[in-house]
């Protein structure tokens, strides 16, 4: 019932006006801010869900667009569900399929009636509309649900822009219209591509639909980080203060300490499996090529202030050799690390903001992690 839904704010750092909570949920609470682990079809690549719970993962995200294509909304119907069907019993957040749907379809038409578009699996021609997409997630069964959008991309006129922004707007009365399940929660999306005044109407736009949280969309799609941090800064006054706010697709542990200095609560992405699986990890003393010759006779853990098992068990050398002689083992173990030291940095930062001295773990983090990454890996 939608009263399993609530936010509670605990605390908000003096300094920064970053914000501690907790969101309570049907399938329990989630302890923000917190960044989601990526599970795009019904999984998170290379890590087992024992495995993501001793991480500290409180909540794991899928996708519309991918489940509908494969197996089937349908079918994870019949199943249970996608809780039962994956065997994940902490909430799951589902997005609305629109972003691939821009982004993974080659030949799409976007219409008001929705968007039509190739299956980039089969070369299929689909339809999405509000009311499809709201069917689709109401049979996987997540407990947060995204409003289908349109993303318009990075470099839209102001024009562009503006028409998108609107549609959105429309399909999300739609999408609340076609909503049925009351144990399901509807998050509006807020667009408006790099256009203050487009953002702010959008927020705007937003706000007669917001029950339980919020979500930022459009950014983090190839604009300088700057940019991104200076809409988040223009937006933040606007944005309601008593649900969560999710930044949607950010996940390099920069731009999470960034968010979390401008009021955002949840954020997602692909990154931290993705470089893992490209022998990338995240460490306190920035990030690690794992497969780099200097690593070869290094005996030391990834990273000596991780707890995780692939630091407490594994050294660099024995995973430069796992990746180097392509053994599966390698993407798992770096997968679960980077996992983890997300994990790491949002409780920290949550511990910090409790502790009213955000800005000098910030520092801390910034003076030990060094570098930061680059645009294109996130």
């Known amino acids: 019932m939608t009263q399993n839904f609530s936010f509670e704010l605990q605390h908000v750092e003096k300094h920064t006006g970053a914000r501690a909570g907790v969101f309570h949920t049907p399938h329990g609470d989630i302890l923000t801010p917190v960044y989601m682990p990526v599970g795009t079809q019904a999984t ?3 890590v087992l869900p024992r495995d993501l719970k001793e991480a500290g993962s409180q909540i794991i995200l899928s996708n519309t667009y991918h489940l509908y294509m494969r197996p089937g909304d349908d079918l994870i119907k019949r199943a249970g569900g996608l809780h039962k069907f994956m065997n994940w019993d902490r909430p799951i957040l589902t ?9 993974l379809t080659k030949l799409n038409k976007i219409k008001d009636e929705g968007v039509y578009f190739n299956s980039h699996i089969d070369g299929s021609r689909h339809l999405f509309t509000p009311e499809k997409a709201i069917e689709i997630e109401e049979n996987l069964g997540a407990d947060i649900i995204m409003a289908f959008d349109q993303c318009s991309e990075y470099g839209y006129t102001h024009e562009q822009a503006k028409q998108a922004m609107e549609r959105t707007s429309r399909w999300l009365e739609r999408c609340t ?15 408006g591509n790099f256009y203050k ?15 339980h949280g919020i979500a930022i969309g459009g950014l983090s799609v190839g604009e300088p980080k700057p940019l991104m941090y200076e809409m988040l800064e223009h937006i933040r006054p606007v944005l309601p203060e008593g649900v969560p706010r999710y930044l949607m697709g950010v996940g390099s542990p ?36 794992a497969r780099n010759s200097k690593w070869r006779e290094d005996f030391t853990p990834l990273d000596p202030n991780c707890g995780c098992y692939c630091c407490k068990n594994y050294s660099k050398a024995y995973i430069r050799h796992l990746i180097n002689v392509n053994e599966m ?17 949002m409780s920290g930062m949550r511990q910090a ?12 983090f910034y003076a030990e992690y060094g570098e930061v990454l680059p645009q294109n890996e996130i």
């Open 44 to 46: 998170v690549k290379g």
């Open 353 to 364: 903001i409790f502790n009213d001295d955000l800005p000098y773990f910030v520092k801390n």
């Open 254 to 289: 920069d731009c999470l300490v960034e968010g979390v200095l401008r009021g955002i609560d949840m954020f997602d992405c692909v990154l931290a499996t993705r470089v893992a699986r490209n022998g990338t990890a995240f460490t306190s003393k920035g990030k690690i090529v």
């Open 177 to 191: 219209a076609a909503k049925t399940r009351q144990d399901q929660t509807l998050f509006p999306i807020v667009q």
């Open 197 to 211: 005044d487009l953002r702010a109407e959008s927020v705007n736009r937003c706000l007669p639909y917001v029950k």
């Open 95 to 103: 997005d609305s399929g629109g972003f691939q749907v821009f982004s």
């Open 329 to 345: 083992l390698a993407a798992q173990l770096l997968s679960l690390h980077n996992i983890t030291f997300l994990h790491k940095l």
